[in-house]
């Protein structure tokens, strides 16, 4: 069994690859998250870094938060990379679907530094992967979106069948991406298969900077899930 870790944003694409990777015989033995240099929040979606970790708590998987500048991403996560190879990785799980620059960083990246690259959802249909996501149990809001294409009240939904009817029609009208690919939206994952706890938010508000609509999570907890 290969012992992997999975690039993690806190995001849909990120942790369905990750439980599609486990499914397929892969051993996931870290999340790997980069944050801003002063540690506050995730590069990718913004949020706090304590709510990625507190993902990581949930789902029982150990994270490595990797602090990185602006323009020094790569070397940092090159680092990181370096740093788990060290305790027996092989591996690295992407969430990219079909944004061929992706594809080639992460290509190269991983041969650079020595691992093979694993990439569950490259190629899939983006309406088969949002609806496997949601039929497969996950559970996710809507953290972030760009203003340009969404109003401010799509922040903090739910990830769900009516949002895929939604989003779909956005796409006729603005060639949009069905799963964000090119930023459009950002999600946060609370539940899940791969989750021993869920995760409830208890407060947040809505901000707007830099052309986005942020979800701004002030207070959450780690749950016990209901048992069905």
């Known amino acids: 069994m290969i012992q992997v870790f999975a690039s993690w944003s806190g995001g849909k694409d990120s942790c369905f690859a990750c439980h599609r990777a486990i499914l397929e015989g892969l051993r996931v033995s870290h999340l790997l998250n980069m944050i801003t240099e002063d ?49 027996g990785v092989e ?34 249909d983006q309406m088969q992967i949002l609806k496997e996501f949601i039929t497969s149990g996950f559970e996710a809001i809507i953290v972030v979106v760009k203003a340009e294409l969404f109003g401010e009240e799509w922040v903090g939904r739910e990830l769900d069948s009516a949002f895929i009817t939604q989003v779909s029609d956005l796409k006729q009208r ?29 407060e947040s508000s809505k901000v707007q900077r830099e052309g986005y609509h942020f979800l701004d999570i002030s207070r959450y ?4 899930k209901c048992l069905k």
């Not at 799980?93 to 691992?115: A, K, S």
């Not at 949009?176 to 208890?202: K, M, N, Q, W």
């Open 39 to 87: 540690g506050k929040r995730s590069c990718s979606h913004g949020l706090s870094a304590e709510l990625i970790a507190a993902q990581s708590e949930a789902i029982g998987i150990p994270i490595l938060q990797r602090k990185t500048a602006m323009g020094k991403y790569e070397q940092e996560f090159k680092g990181a990379i370096h740093q788990v190879r060290s305790v």
């Open 91 to 124: 591996g690295g799980i992407f969430g990219d679907i079909d944004f061929e620059e992706h594809r080639e960083w992460v290509d190269r990246v991983c041969q650079e530094t020595g691992v093979q690259a694993f990439l569950p959802l490259w190629g899939c």
């Open 174 to 202: 603005f060639n949009i991406s069905i799963c964000g690919e090119a930023g459009e939206y950002h999600t946060l994952v609370v539940d899940g298969p791969l989750f021993s706890r869920r995760i409830e938010i208890l």
């Open 221 to 224: 907890e780690l749950k016990a």
